[in-house]
T-cell receptor, first 112, second 115 residues
Framework: IAGITQAPTSQILAAGRRMTLRCTQD?????MYWYRQDLGLGLRLIHY???????GKGEVPDGYSVSRANTDDFPLTLASAVPSQTSVYFC???????????FGSGTRLTVV | GDSVTQMEGPVTLSEEAFLTINCTYT??????LFWYVQYPGEGLQLLLK?????DKGSNKGFEATYRKETTSFHLEKGSVQVSDSAVYFC??????????????FGTGTQLKVEL
């Protein structure tokens, strides 16, 4: 089934640890995004990539990094996790010039 | 900058009731407007969209009309079902300035439909 795969589904992480959230799409979409979803705040853009080899900062990039080595993969890395990064993380993709995003099912991350 | 304001939830309705979820926006230029829906435990799905003023987006019995004069894009459904229970997000696709096609989301409105 075409779409976006995120892994892990959920994770409990000790503060200070490094963690990479994985995102893979099989639709050959050029653009990919990482959002975090927090109660009362909706979805906030962390980082995005318009095409392979390029990335950009979103609204809340601090503490996160991304890479886009190829079209399909867009991992999100927390270098040293803090409790305020407890959230549900969604990866999304879209064709160039299209706002119709396809979302993954999310990763629920708890930093303790 | 661009922003989207949605009515606070949760909204609780009886089955077959009329639904309105208000959404207003602030943006430069003429953005595209969207409603996304998130069912429990899932990612967001595109529900409907409108790309210019006076356009009406519709899908699964839901409708929303792009009102430039009131900067609004309210979501409506004539008769809700229990299966419509979800969180609904209004979103704005701003004028592209080299930053790609990024969406700005509202905070979401939870809808609960009861028998």
């Amino acid at each position: 089934i075409a779409g976006i795969t995120q892994a892990p589904t959920s994770q409990i992480l000790a503060a200070g640890r490094r963690m990479t959230l994985r995102c893979t799409q099989d639709m050959r979409h050029n653009a990919m995004y990482w959002y975090r979803q927090d109660l009362g705040l909706g979805l906030r853009l962390i980082h995005y990539s318009n095409t392979a080899g390029t990335t950009g900062k979103g609204e809340v990039p601090d503490g996160y990094s991304v890479s886009r080595a190829n079209t399909d993969d867009f991992p999100l890395t927390l270098a040293s996790a803090v409790p305020s990064q407890t959230s549900v993380y969604f990866c999304a993709s879209s064709p160039t010039g299209d706002y119709g995003y396809t979302f993954g099912s999310g990763t629920r991350l708890t930093v303790v | 900058g661009d922003s989207v304001t949605q009515m606070e939830g949760p909204v609780t309705l009886s089955e077959e009731a009329f639904l309105t979820i208000n959404c207003t926006y602030t943006a430069t230029g003429y953005p595209s407007l969207f409603w996304y829906v998130q069912y429990p435990g899932e990612g967001l799905q595109l529900l409907l969209k409108a790309t210019k003023a006076d356009d009406k987006g519709s899908n699964k019995g839901f409708e929303a009309t792009y009102r430039k004069e009131t900067t609004s894009f309210h979501l409506e459904k004539g008769s809700v079902q229990v299966s419509d229970s979800a969180v609904y997000f209004c979103a704005l696709g701003g004028v592209r300035t080299g930053g790609g096609n990024k969406l700005t989301f509202g905070t979401g409105t939870q809808l609960k439909v009861e028998l």
